[in-house]
């Protein structure tokens, strides 16, 4: 099996946290889409031979904005070009996108998974953050996609909103279970260099929450989601049986994937690399048919590496035998020492030949991971 990330660098404005690429100058979208498409046939050959298409993902910026015409138009290039076994496609959406038209639009072009980016349904936060959409189209973005016949939908929320109490995280995780969209993605709000965020804590306007007020507002996702059915499969990432992400999933599984657009990264099974950050670039590269891409200078080190931190995230944790056959390292052998360490502490568990993450050693996740990096 393989995937496809298709990236759409445009947004109709600039979120204060965001650091993903993207541009709010849209009028080259149609040369985007162009390009996207010649791209598409250029690489054609990069995924491995007999491992057919099952995910594609429209990601972004913001996805959403593009007509229903531009997205067929790259889902045609795809189907010509490659050979699909489609398990999933989905696409990332701004609730402020969403009208009864454009859901029946995608659903006729074969999309069946949304991944609404709501964020928060708290008015005044939304406004901070700088979002396109407000809380009431938050709620009618839900409504709208299930009366469409979405069975697949995913939300985006964001905790970690410096405040004096938790009430504002109590109040958006009450009201995204009363929606039970079935899958929820929820990431702590980060502070980085380039965004506004990052600007404002620079000049002392803008101070982001302690590590302790954002794990207090981690172990509350978690118990929540629980109590409900849904099952934290990845650090991240909440879902229903049937309702998993799939093409997420092979991400974390070491599933190759080619990454199509400005940004875009790309796994073929042995080499990682990306496409330029630029969209003029880009546009103009491949009118000449260049690629504008860069192959990352991984070692088998590096890449068992990787391994070790995207499998200890999900539920299925790191299969050791797998991982001694696919990069020739016996982790407990070598990492004895502090995998005991970390058995001792509950921060792991150890069965069946497979490593995991605690309740407790998901709060530090990524420290955990690198105590286990190989060098």
């Known amino acids: 099996m393989s995937g496809i990330y298709i990236h759409i660098p445009f947004c109709k404005q600039a979120c204060h946290y965001c650091d993903f690429h993207f541009s ?50 790259i889902l045609d290039q795809i189907q010509l070009y490659y050979q699909l076994d489609l398990k999933e496609l989905t696409l990332e959406a701004n609730p402020d996108d969403l009208n009864a038209k454009n859901l029946q639009d995608w659903k006729a072009l074969g999309l069946d998974r949304l991944s609404i980016g709501i ?111 849904y099952i934290q499969y990845e650090i991240s990432n909440f879902g229903k049986f049937g309702q998993f992400a799939i093409h997420n999933t092979n991400y974390w599984s070491g599933i190759p994937y080619l990454g199509i657009g400005p940004s875009a990264h790309s796994f073929d099974g042995n080499v990682r690399g990306f496409n330029i950050s630029n969209n003029s670039k880009y546009i103009d590269s491949l ?37 001694k056959t696919d990069f020739g390292f016996d982790l407990l052998d070598l990492k004895n020492k502090q995998i005991n360490f970390l058995l001792s502490e509950q921060l792991l568990r150890l069965e069946n030949n497979h490593l995991t993450l605690t309740t407790k050693g998901k709060l530090l996740a990524d420290s955990v991971a690198v105590s286990l990096f190989l060098d």
Not at 30 to 44: A, G, P, Q, Y
Not at 124 to 137: Q, T
């Open 24 to 73: 709010t100058n849209t009028n080259r979208t149609n040369e985007m889409v162009d390009m996207i498409c010649r791209e598409l046939e250029l690489r054609s050959d990069y995924l491995p031979k007999g491992k057919p298409v099952n995910t594609i993902y429209f990601g972004g910026g913001t996805p959403s904005l593009l007509s229903a015409a531009q997205i067929g138009k």
């Open 119 to 229: 964020q928060t349904f708290d008015a005044e936060i939304l406004r901070f953050y700088n979002r396109a959409h407000n809380s009431k189209e938050s709620l009618n973005a839900i409504l709208m996609a299930k009366a469409v016949g979405f069975q697949k939908l995913s939300i985006d929320l964001i905790y970690g909103f410096p405040s004096d109490n938790h009430n504002i995280w109590k109040n958006d995780l009450q009201i995204a279970l009363d929606q039970d969209p079935g899958h929820i993605s929820s990431y702590c709000l980060t502070v980085e260099p380039k965004t506004a965020l990052g600007n404002w804590e620079k000049r002392g306007l803008y101070s982001h929450s302690t590590e302790d007020f954002a794990a207090v507002q981690f172990e509350m996702l978690m118990e929540s989601l629980d109590k409900v059915g």
């Open 287 to 323: 009118k000449n048919d260049d690629l504008a891409f860069t192959e990352e200078k991984a070692t088998n080190l590096d890449i068992a590496n990787d391994q070790i931190l995207t499998a200890l995230r999900t539920i299925w944790g790191l299969d050791l035998i797998s991982f």
